[in-house]
């Protein structure tokens, strides 16, 4: 390894997504990989990115951080074809199925970042986000993989400019020790106000979700909570 190589994983943060391969794809999503992906996906590169160039006439844009089989994205593009929504997932598959979506949908609402969200943040200009949705992160349940997880000050500290004064952010996981160190870390931030008025706000699934068969597995230790914010 170089000194240059040395210097650049050293200042990355830590891998916050297992596997990004998975089982072989599909023949119809080897050839959506070869050739819709270059359609939908945001170009790699340092240059900031202008969400009006992005997304023409689109009025409010959203950001889905680990989109998994895309069943949510897909369908909140449906509902909400006045909203460009940037989808970023690592997992290959994933992203092919993002692609079957929007061919089967027709959605010309999606961009695709292929890759680790964070460094597509740090290219969206300050305060141009109106929602952002984290839903079931991996949950690095192990003590030892915490440190792994999504929702880290560092993080927060990261997103927190991206979004607009009054956006909102929702975040869900089934994992216990995660909901609890989560909503510490966003309460602790004091920045992310907490809309939950009773439990049921939390506890039950926002009327706006749309249900994904990661979530239906139910693979974590507790039932779903649901955190809405809004940016102060
Ligand atoms: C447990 S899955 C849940 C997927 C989906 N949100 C759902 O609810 O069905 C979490 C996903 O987040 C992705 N992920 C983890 N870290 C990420 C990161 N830094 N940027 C983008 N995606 C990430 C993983 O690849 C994985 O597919």
């Known amino acids: 390894m170089t000194d240059a190589d040395e210097a650049r994983y050293r200042d990355q943060p830590l891998r916050s997504f297992g596997r990004t391969g998975g089982r072989p794809l599909s023949p119809r999503q080897k050839a959506l990989m070869a050739g819709a992906l270059d359609t939908w996906r945001i170009p790699e590169g340092e240059e900031a990115i202008d969400l009006n160039v992005l997304f023409p006439e689109k009025k409010t844009f959203w950001l889905e951080i680990g989109f998994g089989g895309a069943e949510h994205m897909i369908a909140q593009a449906a509902r909400n074809p006045d909203t460009g929504i940037i989808g970023c997932e690592p997992f290959l598959e994933g992203v092919a199925k993002a692609l079957a979506g929007i061919e089967d949908t027709g959605a010309s609402n999606i961009r695709l970042w292929p890759d680790d969200a964070r460094p597509l943040m740090a290219r969206l200009p300050d305060q141009s986000l109106d929602r952002v949705f984290i839903l079931f992160p991996d949950p690095w349940p192990k003590r030892r993989q915490h440190k792994r997880r999504l929702v880290q000050p ?79």
């Open 154 to 232: 560092a993080f927060l500290e990261a997103l927190y400019p991206k979004l607009k004064p009054g956006g909102h952010l929702r975040f869900a996981t089934d994992v216990k020790s995660y909901a609890d160190e989560a909503l510490l870390t966003f309460l602790s931030d004091g920045r992310f106000e907490w809309l939950a008025g009773a439990a049921d706000d939390w506890r039950v699934s926002p009327a706006d979700h749309v249900t994904t068969r990661y979530e239906s597995k139910q693979l974590g230790d507790c039932r779903p909570v649901w955190f809405d914010f809004r940016i102060g």
